[in-house]
């Protein structure tokens, strides 16, 4: 392939895909090369949300084949990554900065977001519940109250949700 500058498009067009963003990220966490198996490990891991060493004989070979097939042959293509298929051998090639804005930040830190807005609703709605049935302290009249407060809680979880995806680079800009 001639070397070219990749446009915005292209760039878009290559990151468009969770795997290509991944390997890129563990490839620059790695200093830059490393084989293929460590690599599949890791993007099927992160796929999964659970540790390399729990990755499955099918996780892994769904990654590898896609990985093999198709997405490091295209990163090759567009000059970001030199492949050697043989000895799967991976080098990611300089000028990395430009496409720096187009990976996934802080993939083994995401947070289970799922799972504290299932905990802010269930508290909610027992809230809400012993309320109408005026078990304890809570009456009836304390419902509408149970509800502003939850609709707080899941505003609030929203907001930090939303913040913590926000790219680093946007949290250095508007400072």
Request: with cysteine; hydrophobic share 30%; proline share 7%.
């Given at each position: 392939m001639s070397k070219h500058e990749l446009t915005q498009a292209e760039l878009f067009d290559v990151f468009s895909n969770a795997r290509?963003?991944?390997?890129?990220?563990?490839?620059?966490?790695?200093?830059?090369?490393?084989?293929?198996?460590?690599?599949?490990?890791?993007?099927?891991?992160?796929?999964?949300?659970?540790?390399?060493?729990?990755?499955?004989?099918?996780?892994?070979?769904?990654?590898?084949?896609?990985?093999?097939?198709?997405?490091?042959?295209?990163?090759?293509?567009?000059?970001?990554?030199?492949?050697?298929?043989?000895?799967?051998?991976?080098?990611?090639?300089?000028?990395?900065?430009?496409?720096?804005?187009?990976?996934?930040?802080?993939?083994?830190?995401?947070?289970?977001?799922?799972?504290l807005y299932a905990s802010v609703t269930a508290l909610g709605v027992i809230g809400v519940a012993l309320s109408w049935l005026s078990i304890g302290p809570l009456t009836a009249t304390a419902a509408p109250a149970i509800a502003l407060v939850l609709c707080l809680l899941v505003l609030a979880v929203s907001v930090a949700q939303h913040v913590s995806r926000r790219p680093e680079f946007d949290l250095q800009l508007a400072l």
């Open positions: 290509r963003r991944r390997a890129v990220q563990y490839l620059k966490r790695h200093g830059g090369s490393c084989d293929l198996a460590p690599l599949v490990e890791q993007v099927a891991a992160w796929e999964n949300g659970i540790d390399p060493d729990d990755v499955t004989r099918t996780q892994r070979r769904r990654v590898y084949i896609s990985l093999y097939q198709t997405h490091l042959p295209m990163l090759e293509e567009h000059g970001i990554v030199d492949w050697d298929p043989d000895d799967h051998a991976i080098d990611l090639l300089p000028g990395d900065d430009v496409f720096e804005p187009y990976l996934d930040h802080r993939l083994e830190n995401q947070r289970p977001w799922h799972r």
